[in-house]
């Protein structure tokens, strides 16, 4: 079982939809999490960044976090086109741990005009 | 300030080649780091740097050598290419924070290649 789990998807939306990215994790150690974007035959980007459980938001996406579960999601609002891309979770240790980063295997999203 | 940028963008190898991919940053960045990418696997970590003149193992570094000889390079080499390693490989930096946080990766665009 791998440590992180993600939907590969694909996911396909109209414009203007709520979309909805989740992983999973298994090791209690996370307390970092991270959403990277990447788009086609580009590298990915930080997108947002949370430390512990909580939410955070910026701009028409909101990032959460629960540890209890060991559940992570991210959520765009008024999705658009320029949107489409793979969505890669992250998650970091920290500590001794610091830097060494474990990926999900990442969901394609299409946003469709 | 070009960020990450790697060498070469893509590559061809015939099964038992040798090659070596280059990474450099610009941002004076402390960590280094090579994933690969595959589908299906996300990104897995081969080989990782804390510093100039270290490096240290990930997750899958069988078939992978690196050497961080300036802070700002950090090479990646496959003595003896095999199919299993066509990937894309992206490389990365960081600049540590303090030990109440983590720091944010910056990747360079990739390097397609194919082992035949």
């Known amino acids: 079982q791998k440590e992180v789990e993600q939907d590969p998807g694909p996911l396909s939306v109209p414009e203007g939809a709520i979309v909805s990215l989740n992983c999973t994790y298994s090791?209690?150690?996370?307390?970092?999490f991270m959403w990277y974007r990447q788009y086609s035959r580009k590298g990915p980007e930080l997108l947002m960044y949370t430390y512990s459980s909580g939410n955070k938001e910026d701009g028409r996406f909101t990032a959460q976090v629960d540890k209890s579960s060991k559940y992570i999601s991210l959520f765009i609002r008024d999705s658009q086109p320029s949107d489409s891309a793979t969505y890669l979770c992250?998650?970091?240790?920290?500590?001794?741990?610091?830097?060494?980063?474990?990926f999900g295997q990442g969901t394609i999203l299409t946003v469709h005009p | 300030n070009a960020g990450v940028t790697q060498t070469p963008k893509f590559r061809v190898l015939k099964t038992g080649q040798s090659m070596t991919l280059l990474c450099a940053q610009d941002?004076?960045?402390?960590?280094m780091y090579w994933y690969r990418q595959d589908p299906g696997m996300g990104l897995r970590l081969i080989h990782y740097s804390v510093g100039e003149g270290t490096t240290a193992k990930g997750e899958v570094p069988d078939g992978y050598n690196v050497s961080r000889l300036k802070k700002q390079n950090f090479l990646l080499g496959l003595e003896s290419a095999a199919p299993s390693q066509t990937s894309v490989y992206f490389c990365a930096s960081s600049e540590p924070l303090d030990s109440y946080s983590t720091d944010t990766q910056y990747f360079g665009p990739g390097t397609r290649l194919t082992v035949l």
């Open positions: 090791n209690s150690a996370f307390q970092y």
């Open positions: 992250a998650m970091n240790a920290g500590g001794t741990s610091y830097g060494k980063l474990t």
């Open positions: 941002m004076n960045h402390e960590y």
